[in-house]
């Protein structure tokens, strides 16, 4: 059943019987009314993601709104490194499209472009590899490929997931620390691409694996793809819980797929309370134009920093 929140017009329309939901009535006045920012993060920290259709933002609107839900995440050092983006002027906005810098599709001649975006259809949360993670992520459908060839983004209900665990496993993880890289990731998702690259000669993020929602309240365990291995024990020690943890979190009941339907099309998720993957099944790759933008806001609460230090001063690599 829709939901109405009177003083604003927004309803929420439940996507799945334990998380997501779709909201209606939003009109896109920037600045938004303080009520409706309110509504909305108050939805998002209840159902993990929101998917607004045919919201039509502009570059300018998506950093604009993105900047009310808190301090953005930018692509400064990546620009600084050298990378080419299609949109230096605008470094909160995240390129997650299949284009490259011309706007021309992304093939096999760019085997790290596609690579990157391959280590995307593994389980994570966006920003888990670096020492401030963040909270909030809002990605915008620019341009689709055509309808039926694939690019749905699925999200895992991993508050939920972690409520189900027996108790005997969630004594087992309870004070677990997570040693998360960004290169890790990508090298399960393109062995070949980076087979000369240790992950172990980089700097790692370290987070609790069990940690509290603090805006719901509720336990949430953060496993993703990007965790190399727990304090004290090496990668093959680790990797074996966490492929279980894995294996546990992403049961089908956990799991909403969400299409886009539309050009315009805009779904902002909380990091902190759910899992996602772009899909890699999509028959558009190599042909079809996706073009993807996403801002990133970071955690600016109790554990957003995790167990490295606030204000901790080196950020991964290459991000996508
Ligand atoms: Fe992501």
Same mark, same amino acid.
């Given at each position: %059943?829709?939901?109405?929140? /009177? ?6 329309? &439940? ?6 939901? /779709? ?9 938004? &009314?303080?009520?409706? #920012?309110?509504?909305? =993060? ?10 607004? *259709?045919?919201?039509?933002?502009? $570059? ?23 990378? +080419?983006?299609?949109? &230096?002027?605008?470094?909160? #906005? ?21 690579? $990157? ?17 963040? +909270? ?23 508050? !939920? ?5 027996? !108790? ?9 620390? =997570? ?11 393109? &062995? ?11 700097? %790692? ?8 929602? /603090? ?5 949430? #365990? ?42 315009? @099309? ?22 079809? *134009?996706? @073009?993807? *933008?996403?801002? !990133? ?21 290459? !991000?996508?």
């Amino acid at each position: %059943m829709p939901s109405k929140v /009177e003083s604003t017009g927004l309803e929420f329309t &439940p996507l799945h019987k334990t998380f997501g939901a /779709e909201v209606k009535g939003m009109t896109w006045d920037l600045p938004t &009314p303080k009520d409706t #920012i309110e509504k909305i =993060t108050d939805a998002v920290h209840k159902y993990g993601v929101l998917v607004f *259709r045919k919201a039509n933002l502009s $570059n300018e609107q998506h950093i604009n709104f993105s900047r009310q839900l808190g301090e953005l995440d930018d692509v400064k050092a990546h620009i600084k490194a050298g990378r +080419a983006m299609r949109f &230096p002027e605008q470094p909160e #906005i995240f390129d997650v499209s299949n284009l490259d810098e011309h706007g021309n599709v992304i093939t096999d001649a760019d085997p790290l472009r596609r690579a $990157n975006n391959k280590g995307n259809t593994l389980w994570h949360a966006d920003m888990a590899y670096n020492p401030q993670r963040c +909270a909030y992520s809002l990605l915008r459908a620019v341009e689709l490929p055509p309808h039926g060839t694939g690019g749905e983004t699925e999200y895992l209900d991993s508050r !939920t997931a972690y409520e189900d665990m027996p !108790t005997s496993m969630k004594d087992r993880i309870e004070h677990l620390i =997570t040693n998360n890289s960004l290169f890790h990731n990508r090298k399960i998702a393109a &062995p070949e691409t980076f087979k000369d690259v240790d992950p172990l000669k980089f700097p %790692m993020s370290r987070h609790r694996l069990v940690q509290t929602h /603090e805006p719901s309240g509720r336990k949430n #365990i953060y496993v993703t793809t990007y965790a190399h291995h727990f304090d004290n024990q090496s990668c093959e020690e680790s990797q074996p819980l966490l492929n279980e943890l894995l294996a546990w979190v992403s049961q089908p009941k956990y799991l909403l797929s969400v299409p886009y339907e539309n050009d315009g @099309d805009l779904v902002l998720w909380d990091n902190r309370a759910v899992l996602h993957r772009a899909t890699e099944t999509g028959t558009y790759e190599g042909k079809y *134009r996706r @073009d993807m *933008r996403r801002t !990133t806001v970071k955690d600016g609460g109790k554990y957003g920093w995790g167990e490295n230090g606030v204000n901790c001063n080196w950020q991964a690599g290459l !991000t996508n």
